[in-house]
């Protein structure tokens, strides 16, 4: 049942009946949360509802045969005022369960999407919804079953329970403005709720609404509920996934280089502190117009990032900028969907994060390293130019840089370093399996240039076989892009 | 030097001296930190000192030749309203550094101190340097290395600096109220800063304090000193620690359990809902008056924790409790102190925790299986007084019980548990292991219950061998306990 109007709100249960139902299915459901486990399938179970209709309830009910080491509750709330400095999605996304885990969200993205859309804030409201449907797409596609449940009851049964509680000290606080508010617009809310659920059922995503007048019929439901479909996602994995639509690149991007730039030492000179000083600048009015600023450097081995980072960062105040060094996923990184660490890491509104490699590693490292499936490679393009427009929505500056050298150049490079006692340490026997696999890597950059250049967040080549060139050439753009940023904010 | 009396602020530094200084630094810098890296030692750098000091200047010049990937700056502005429902110290505990990494932090734990203490409120004061006091000791007994640093400038100085930022648009901002309020008390401030250095300083804590009002002398001064303090850290290791204290407990708690205890079980049932409907109340209350709730269950294998810990749950609400199991740490739990990781999973005020086994692993199994060292031991049980008075200091309830059955007893529910189908995942051999050292763990728990049952966070023995009992005995104290603890407050 994925409707309001399809919902028979007489339904109840006796005590019997509830008894003699729910006896196995304690049992039942701690055996299912073991395979889970043991399946490593991430759950997500989201509790939406009526204000009034007893989510705790269900909640403590559905708990109480689980393993507690097994699933976390996130009651979610309006966003506070350190969450409102990141993009909407962030404070799910670092909440998503891990593999063989259970994250249960007690209201969850659809809390903000349905109080704007009553207040009639229409635009919000068509991106709350479209964001949701990526949202839920990523995670299925990432294997993450989704289970969301909304209890209905009716007006009448609303006025009941909110007289009741306030009666009670202990729950008059349950009992406050915005239960009121929806109280006396019920009628509105319904049809937005309504509105809500269409916008939002899919196959790897069905809601499901459970009548909720009557308690034991609720909490029999629910549970049931959640075994249903703990037994669906144990048969059916692989389950069925969104195409990935993926099309190679016909031309590289990389062709067009010109690596021959170079700049003399004396200009680098000139022009360099100069620039540096002004981003310094930059810095101190984006903090004020909390403006924030995402930049990845990826590049070749040996490429010269480092050094290039170093001089962007020179003058800057390390309190509001981080550079973030990514490398294989470790630990919790490694069981959770491959961008989570990425939202975790964002720079809060005002502050600068340059990832020194980044999310692209999944169709750069992952993909010709046999890593990701080719599915998986396939599908984040787009996974990941979604993720970018969630950024630049939000208002971020989003800068990437690819930092190009000739195959020539890296061999003096990778040469140079071995024979320098304090650079030895940087160059490792996988840089040079890498070098083997150059066209490989020219290929997957080829795509990824072409395939995730998008108008808010294109891709800039750095000429990088002279470094004083690929170094102006970044901080110049870096200033040039905030710059603009600020003035229009 | 360690006073703002001693240190002279006429000392400035040639353009020239301070380039032939800088530059075999920046090398050297970055071969300690590696060297630091390899040895696993963890850093703290703190730096303090007059609004006006130029820190972010000082730095950004201490930072560019490390690598981004082993340090992190926290910028510590006053608590936010999320800190403010924790101990005061946790905000800093959870961004400690780990081995072989370091933390900078610009403003620190001293801000709240010395902001609280020039406003007068002279108990806090106290409180407040026996905490840092107790930290910083903390640390250093568990390896960290501790750099805190005080950058002086004149009345005359930080008025200068105030007017030019005041002109230009990008840096106006720094100067607000409370740097306002800094210069109009600057007598005041520098009483009670001279205060805290010297209640704070200390062999393995020392301040140094430097003559901020030359910019170069001052980067250079930092920089030397950050240098200095990693080269002794790397030679002198291990440094000298605090004495332990530890003395065996001569007559053991466990000898007076009286094992024989046992309910009905029609009496069992007649008790057992209106206990956890009243905790299931209070509950409500704890959350509306902020009182935050931590319980700690510990026992022997199969006493019978986890189904204790089901009842007392049963009607409580899941949005306000959690039960955290804990086990060996993993990742960055065994980078981090110890209690790391307890500091992490503190309830917020308002919420009641379960520990499943706790923080006293350090005094059991890493006692027994000489996973911590004898030295590392002797001292927890102080830290872990600290700890918990912290807690309580902060307001929280604090309960904790020893689950306790006889040794033929856990040999019955050994046995049961490997006849029972749905049991025998919960028995291992480590379970068998642990069982033959029966005696070691028996002097270990008589240890812990007489060493660290304080007035403010008691032990309480739950006699096991008839779960009913229990059952009952740990919801009847911990209806008794809030209960007192919503009274007062």
Redesign the interface.
């Known amino acids: 049942m994925n409707t309001l109007k399809a919902a028979d709100l007489a339904l109840t249960m006796g005590k019997d009946e509830y008894r003699t139902a729910m006896k196995p299915m304690d049992?039942k459901l701690?055996?299912l949360q073991?395979a889970l486990h043991d399946a490593g399938i991430p759950t997500a179970i989201l509790l939406e509802g009526w204000e009034g209709s007893r989510k705790?309830e269900v909640?403590?009910r559905l708990?109480?045969p689980l393993?507690?080491?097994g699933f976390?509750?996130h009651?979610i709330g309006p966003p506070?005022?350190?969450e409102s400095l990141y993009p909407p999605m962030r404070r799910f996304w670092i909440r998503l369960p891990e593999q063989g885990k259970i994250a249960?969200f007690?209201r969850s993205w659809y809390r903000q999407v349905l109080e704007e859309g009553f207040q009639g804030f229409e635009s919000d409201f068509t991106e709350g919804y479209e964001r949701i449907r990526v949202l839920e797409r990523q995670l299925a596609d990432g294997g993450v079953l989704l289970i969301k449940i909304f209890l209905h009851i009716s007006r009448e049964e609303q006025s009941r329970r909110f007289k009741k509680w306030s009666k009670d000290p202990?729950?008059a606080?349950r009992v406050g403005d915005s239960e009121r508010r929806q109280h006396e617009h019920y009628d509105d809310f319904h049809t937005a709720m309504e509105h809500m659920l269409a916008e939002t059922d899919a196959p790897h995503a069905p809601w499901q609404v459970i009548p909720a007048e009557h308690g034991r019929y609720a909490r029999w439901k629910v549970v049931d509920a959640v075994a249903t479909a703990f037994e669906a996602a144990l048969e059916q994995r692989p389950h069925s996934k969104s195409s990935p639509g993926y099309k190679p690149c016909k031309q590289s991007p990389l062709d067009k280089a010109d690596l021959s730039l170079a700049v003399e030492r004396k200009a680098y000179n000139d022009e360099l502190t100069p620039l540096q000083e002004t981003l310094h600048?930059l810095q101190?009015?984006c903090?004020?117009k909390r403006l924030p600023v995402v930049m990845v450097y990826e590049g070749w081995d040996a490429a010269g990032k480092g050094g290039n980072?170093?001089r962007l960062v020179?003058?800057?105040?390390?309190?509001g900028y981080?550079?973030?060094?990514v490398g294989a996923p470790?630990?919790?990184e490694i069981t959770n969907h491959y961008l989570w660490r990425f939202w975790r890491w964002l720079p809060r509104a005002g502050h600068l994060h340059i990832f020194?490699r980044s999310w692209y590693g999944r169709v750069l490292v992952e993909r010709v390293e046999g890593f990701a499936t080719e599915e998986e490679w396939h599908r984040a393009y787009r996974e990941i130019n979604e993720f970018e427009a969630q950024l630049t929505q939000f208002g971020a500056v989003v800068l990437k840089f690819w930092v190009h050298i000739s195959k020539e150049e890296q061999l003096a490079r990778f040469e140079a370093r071995q024979e320098d006692l304090?650079k030895q340490?940087k160059i490792t026997d996988e840089d040079w399996r890498n070098r083997e696999k150059w066209d490989d890597y020219w290929a997957a950059t080829s795509d990824m240039l072409a395939l995730t250049s998008t108008e808010h967040a294109p891709w800039d080549i750095i000429e990088g076989n002279d470094k004083l060139h690929a170094r102006l050439k970044a901080l110049r753009i870096a200033v040039e892009r905030i710059g603009d940023a600020l003035e229009r904010r």
């Open positions: 049992l701690g055996v073991r705790g909640l403590a708990v109480q393993d507690p080491r976390e509750v009651a506070q005022f350190e249960i007690d202990a729950f606080w600048r101190h009015l903090y004020l980072i170093r020179r003058e800057m105040d390390p309190r981080k550079v973030i060094g470790v630990g919790q020194d304090h340490w």
